[in-house]
């Protein structure tokens, strides 16, 4: 046993990176997913309308952690090897697509109809009318929630400590075997989550006013 | 946490889920404590939200400071690094307390959070000019207050609380990795007695989608029956 001293303090602080890295993976990956999903859930198709569905409600009705160890557990079945980085960068991108996929169905059903009706008027095909006039609208209702699911994502990707990948709640968890100063370790992982999430909160709270504002007008 | 896991590759590979069902009164049980964990829980983080709730919306500032400061703090960070607070932090200054203990006020800490925000709106959903409505129809007070003011403000924050209760269940699997005896941990440990974990976790998988499948339903179907008023059309 040691006293917790700048260098654990710098060790947690910087497997920070693989938590920031792990999280734009699964906002990336997720979010072009999702949009895939979103747009199967919105389509005509009503095949593709109820595989979306059970897709959101698999993902949605289940833990993440069940969801990380399915990938990890299961890869191996497959015959493919697994790391934790893989498993983890997989599940959190299957788990966000489902949440982003959910979140953007309900930007899209809400613009108007008349807008969709406008846009096959003007004889513009699907992918011309999603383009240009649906999904630009949505961008802005779904910009919030969007921004406030982010803050999911981060928190989320401390699960994957539980499968031995190193970002910030493991990093803790190896110092805090090694110092045993529970309070110090730990008030210090919680604090650069809570750097890392707050701004997004924030932010995410900051436009949601505005827009509100703009409707109230 | 280890896992007796060994990465060789089996192609073909053959399933086996006799050693799980064979489990079922482990499995069972678990189930039960996810249950009650999440209950109690949701129970007494409500509790905690409604005191918040008042305390954020009339309370004095420096009070609404403190509550701020702690809802923010619940939902900026991740609810395992809380659980890790709870579990390895407070007994390091004397507080001697079992993983379910632990697991249960990491819950209520957590859920009370986001409760507390739930509530006001709810409460700020009520009009004033509803509870003038009330007292000009000559209705008594308790009459004003439980068909004014507690059904319509239930019946706004109820979807919300409900989603936030699955949440809260599907969340809790993280308290396995105290050994807090939740259906995650019963999992875990048939794990490393059978060596089954794929077929063991498809299972778990599957009681955690029935759960939340079974509750939500549950609730729409509370919604319907108690929470809704004559169709006016």
């Avoid at chain 1, 169905?105 to 809400?110: C, E, L, T, V, W």
């Avoid at chain 1, 807008?115 to 999904?135: P, T």
């Avoid at chain 2, 509790?47 to 400061?69: E, Y």
């Avoid at chain 2, 991740?78 to 007994?91: D, I």
Wanted: proline residues 4%; aromatic residues 12%; positive net charge.
């Amino acid at each position: 046993m040691r006293i917790f001293g700048t260098q654990d303090l710098w060790f947690i602080v910087q497997a920070a990176q693989w938590t920031v890295l792990l999280s734009l993976i699964a906002f990336v990956g997720g979010a072009l997913v999702g949009l895939a999903v979103a747009l199967a859930r919105t389509s005509d198709n009503p095949l593709l309308q109820r595989i979306a569905t059970a897709y959101i409600q698999l993902f949605q009705g289940t833990p993440l952690l069940m969801q990380l160890f399915l990938v990890f557990f299961g890869a191996p079945v497959l015959g493919l090897e697994i790391s934790p980085w893989i498993a983890a960068g997989v599940a959190l991108v299957l788990n966000t697509s489902a949440f982003l996929g959910e979140i953007w169905r309900g930007s899209i059903q809400a613009i108007p109809r008349g807008q969709w009706e406008a846009a096959e008027a003007l004889g513009l095909h699907y992918a011309a009318r999603m383009r240009k006039v649906v999904l630009p609208q949505a961008a802005r209702i779904a910009l919030p929630p969007t921004v406030g699911y982010m803050v999911q994502v981060i928190k989320g990707t401390s699960l994957a400590a539980i499968i031995g990948f190193t970002e910030v709640t493991r990093a803790g968890q190896i110092i805090n075997n090694a110092t045993f100063q529970p309070l110090i370790v730990f008030s210090v992982v919680g604090a650069i989550y809570f750097a890392l999430c707050w701004p997004l909160s924030f932010w995410a709270g900051r436009i949601e006013q505005r827009q509100a504002r703009a409707l109230a007008r | 946490m280890e896992t007796g896991f060994s990465q060789t590759s089996i192609v073909n590979y053959t399933f086996q889920f006799a050693d799980v069902l064979a489990a079922w009164p482990l499995l069972l049980k678990g189930t039960w404590i996810t249950v009650q964990l999440s209950l109690l829980a949701t129970l007494l983080g409500l509790a905690v939200a409604i005191v918040c709730a008042w305390g954020k919306t009339s309370g004095p500032k420096p009070l609404r400071f403190v509550i701020n400061a702690y809802i923010e703090l619940i939902r900026n960070t991740p609810f395992l690094v809380q659980l890790f607070f709870f579990f390895f932090a407070l007994p390091a200054i004397g507080l001697r307390w079992s993983p379910y203990t632990a697991a249960l006020t990491a819950m209520v800490v957590n859920l009370g959070a986001y409760a507390t925000e739930i509530i006001r709106a709810g409460i700020e959903s009520i009009p004033k000019g509803q509870i003038e409505a009330g007292l000009a129809l000559n209705l008594k007070a308790h009459q004003i207050f439980r068909l004014i003011i507690l059904k319509p403000a239930l019946r706004a924050i109820f979807p919300a609380l409900t989603s936030q209760f699955i949440l809260l269940m599907l969340s809790s699997a993280v308290v396995s990795v105290i050994s807090a005896d939740d259906l995650t941990s019963v999992a875990a440990n048939l794990q490393s007695q059978t060596f089954r974990s794929f077929e063991i976790y498809i299972v778990v998988t599957l009681i955690y989608l029935a759960l939340a499948l079974s509750f939500s339903a549950l609730f729409r179907l509370i919604q319907a029956r108690a929470l809704s008023y004559p169709d006016r059309r």
